[in-house]
């Protein structure tokens, strides 16, 4: 899943200073998994703007809506009707959801209350990791499972660099050293050949954004995209 | 025409090398005011890439100069700030200008280094960048474009970090650099011959000169954060005793010992030393003589 971690409330503040009326626009997919956007966190950010408007003698209005996603046209029609009482939408969506929000009601200021991370994994209770950086260009069957682009700083894919230490990363000792974690799952596999091949040169071109992506399914017949 | 390097290596001399780092600035006489006393000791010099993610000349432009003061520079190109379009253009410029020995390498992540901030490309790497250098020498480049003027005698080498651990992904990458062109290896620093003699035991069968790493140790201390901070660095507790017990004064001295009794011992399995005096290049030419070279 996308995961996402809320801007320091001053950041938040500064942006939402000028409105009267603001309308938060929480989102309950990725976000709410990650307590960083659902409608708990709404409820949270809309009280402690509300507190710091009180303290610093601003009149401002904060409510609250959480839609199931932001990245689906659907949900955001729920809310055509409320948007024109408000001077600014604050949503808690990844940067995406905050764009569609933005392009479905472009008359109303749309700001984000969050920064977008990573798509990653759940490591635990209130931890999460990235796993994918969505290169369009997927390499996992070479490596065990365990993806070099992602996982090793420099997203090498020939073996580790002179900075691996002891199973760890230059970049940061507290982060495992993704070549030699390749190294022992491939061992652990009996599959270490494939780690002896010249890898093929890393392919960008896939990747270019902003991507696009349209399903075989739905794609008409008279369409050559 | 061959490198001096290429040429001692290919008739089986001992050849030893050493490091001109560029300046932060662009006061590139220093720079060479510290290499030129060794000009009749080391055989070329390393030129090196905004070495540790330090912003610095150009190792390509530090190389000319070094080039118009009669020494022969080794080229290092890295992977951290250029894409294969630069990366190759910049190979090709190189020789242009006369340079022949290049040195691949990944390169330090940039967030190590003055400029935390910028964007690391690592696009290639270093057996790519290889994969680069051979493809150019062959003719074409890394799409497969014919070029006009084909730079067909790029001395090319690789290096790998004796003291990996785990060893063998390490091996693994190093089988891959020969398998795509590395004419010669230098070596990460190496302080004892145990670690050597498991490295050489399977580096030997490539068949590629090897030049030993060594890193003169300046104090225990040093010693100590290297083991702790530096990767593929492995001081042995006995060295750093060893320092601990010498007075400041006599520890150039101590060093100079250190280093040369390794020389000694690993000099039959390596075909030249790769010296990083780190500042200390006025103990080199006693490292040398005490060395037998």
């Known amino acids: 899943m996308i995961v996402a971690e ?40 809309a009280q402690e703007l509300r507190l710091k408007a009180r303290s610093d003698g601003r009149k401002q209005t904060f409510d609250e809506v959480t839609l199931t996603r932001q990245c689906d046209k659907e949900y955001l029609e729920l809310i055509a009707t409320r948007v024109k009482d408000y001077d600014a939408l604050l949503s808690t969506a990844c940067g995406a959801g905050v764009q569609f929000l933005a392009e479905r009601y472009d008359s109303v200021r749309v700001l984000p209350a ?112 | 025409m061959a490198t001096k390097l290429q040429e001692a290596l290919s008739k089986g001399q001992f050849v030893v090398t050493g490091e001109a780092g560029p ?54 190109i890295t992977a951290r700030d250029r894409n294969r379009l630069a990366i190759q253009s910049e190979i090709l410029s190189a020789y242009v200008m006369g340079i022949r020995n290049v040195l691949c390498l990944t390169g330090d992540h940039s967030t190590l ?53 785990p060893l063998e992904p390490q091996l693994i990458k190093f089988d891959k650099k020969v398998q795509v062109g590395a004419r010669f290896f230098q070596t990460q620093g190496v302080f004892s011959l145990e670690e050597w003699e498991r490295f050489y035991e399977h580096a030997h069968r490539a068949k590629v000169p090897i030049l030993l790493g060594i890193i003169l140790l300046k104090s225990g201390a040093m010693a100590r ?42 000099r039959s399995m390596c075909q030249g030393v790769h010296i990083m005096a780190l500042g200390w290049d006025k103990y080199i030419p006693a490292l040398l003589e005490q060395s037998g070279l």
């Not at chain 1, 320091?8 to 938060?24: C, D, N, Q, R, T």
Request: proline share 5%; charged share 25%.
């Open chain 1, 6 to 45: 809320r801007k320091p409330i001053s950041k938040i503040v500064e942006m939402v200073a000028a409105y009267e009326k603001v309308l938060l626009v929480g989102c309950g997919t990725c976000v709410a998994v990650c307590l960083a956007g659902g409608e708990k966190e709404v409820q949270i950010l």
């Open chain 1, 114 to 225: 969050l920064d977008t991370r990573f798509i990653g994994v759940a490591l635990g209770a209130g931890e999460w990791q990235q796993r994918c950086i969505a290169c369009a260009d997927c390499v996992l069957d070479q490596t065990g499972g365990i993806c070099p682009k992602t996982m090793c700083a420099k997203g090498l894919v020939n073996g580790p660099c002179g900075g691996t230490n002891h199973g760890k990363c230059e970049v940061n000792p507290e982060t495992d050293c993704a070549w030699t974690l390749i190294y022992n799952r491939l061992k652990k596999l009996d599959r270490l050949d494939l780690m002896r091949g010249v890898a093929p040169l890393k392919r960008f071109k896939p990747s270019v954004h902003p991507a696009r992506f349209h399903h075989m399914a739905y794609k008409r017949f008279d369409e050559t995209d």
């Open chain 2, 23 to 76: 300046p932060k600035g662009v006061n590139v006489g220093r720079s060479l005011e510290e290499v030129e006393p060794l000009k009749e000791l080391l055989l070329a010099y390393n030129v090196t890439d905004n070495q540790a993610s330090v912003m610095r000349v150009s190792s390509l432009v530090m190389s000319v100069k070094l080039i118009e003061h009669g020494l022969e520079p080794i080229f290092q």
């Open chain 2, 113 to 165: 280094g003055d400029h935390p901030e910028a964007k690391p490309v690592f696009d290639l790497d270093s057996v790519s960048i290889l994969q680069a250098v051979q493809s150019l020498k062959e003719g074409t480049d890394l799409a497969g474009e014919k070029l006009d003027g084909v730079p067909t005698d790029i001395f090319q080498g690789a290096v790998v970090a004796p003291g990996a651990d």
């Open chain 2, 225 to 266: 954060f290297m083991n702790k901070n530096v990767a593929g660095i492995n001081v042995p507790q006995a060295l750093i005793d060893r320092l601990d017990k010498t007075d400041k004064a006599d520890r150039p001295k101590v060093s100079v010992e250190i280093a040369a009794e390794l020389i000694r011992k690993i």
